[in-house]
Nanobody, 123 residues
Framework: VQLQASGGGLVQTRDSLTLSCVASGLTFNTYAVGWFRQAPGKEREFVAAINWNGGGIYYGDSVQGRFIISRDNAKNTAFLQMNSLKPEDTALYHC?????????????????WGRGTLVTVSS
């Protein structure tokens, strides 16, 4: 199983950026997908999660109203659209897959974790 996150980069405050997570080796449309981030010296933080069919979507408090999670099961891909970025959004962003979605939301647990993509927001 592989989860490959991409799309990170260096942006400025208030810019937008969209991350992608491409999955392989699993039945993607049976798994919830989540995004997490970890800044240097800080614990891993839940960012967003979406259930297998997109019918359930959850966000962390710090990104609610600015980030949008979505998925395309036909392409085995999940997305994280990040708007109005702030310097405090700077972190390594990981995607993860789990069943059920609440494992991602409440327990920061997942069956599978991908390697991260770095997002840096300059002030």
């Amino acid at each position: 199983v592989q989860l490959q996150a991409s799309g990170g980069g260096l942006v400025q405050t208030r810019d937008s950026l969209t991350l992608s997570c491409v999955a392989s080796g699993l039945t993607f449309n049976t798994y919830a997908v989540g995004w997490f981030r970890q800044a240097p010296g800080k614990e891993r933080e839940f960012v967003a999660a979406i259930n297998w069919n997109g019918g359930g979507i959850y966000y962390g408090d710090s990104v609610q109203g600015r980030f949008i999670i979505s998925r395309d099961n036909a392409k085995n891909t999940a997305f994280l659209q990040m708007n109005s970025l702030k310097p405090e959004d700077t972190a390594l962003y990981h995607c993860a897959a789990a069943v059920p979605v609440m494992r991602l939301v409440r327990a920061n647990e997942a069956e599978y974790w991908g390697r991260g993509t770095l997002v840096t927001v300059s002030s």
